[in-house]
């Protein structure tokens, strides 16, 4: 009973969420796409993720710059200049 109260005061507002992983239904509010931020966050991440692939950076390489940023903002551009990307040994 509790279903159908939902779905006759709410009915015109029932959506699936806009994720291809999920298409679970929520309740929109607002103009609302996805039912949840976790959803709405692994969009963007994707499409971030995408648009990094087509512009031939890589998500690591990203990360690192921004890391750097980070780095001299708060302690200065000569700490930041010894900032090295570790190496994977074997």
């Known amino acids: 009973m509790r279903a159908a ?5 709410h009915g015109a507002r029932i959506r699936p969420c ?3 992983d999920c298409k679970r239904f929520f309740v929109r509010h607002k103009g609302g ?3 949840s931020k976790a959803c709405s966050q692994k969009v ?3 499409r971030l993720r995408l648009s990094l692939e087509e512009k031939g950076e890589s998500w690591s390489d990203r990360r690192h710059l ?3 940023r980070k780095v001299e903002r708060e302690q200065g551009k000569a700490v930041a200049m ?3 990307r570790r190496t994977r040994g074997k």
């Open 33 to 35: 796409l996805y039912c």
């Open 66 to 68: 921004t890391y750097r």
């Open 5 to 9: 109260d939902l779905v006759v005061e």
């Open 82 to 84: 010894k900032i090295r």
């Open 18 to 20: 806009a994720s291809d």
């Open 44 to 46: 963007r991440t994707a």
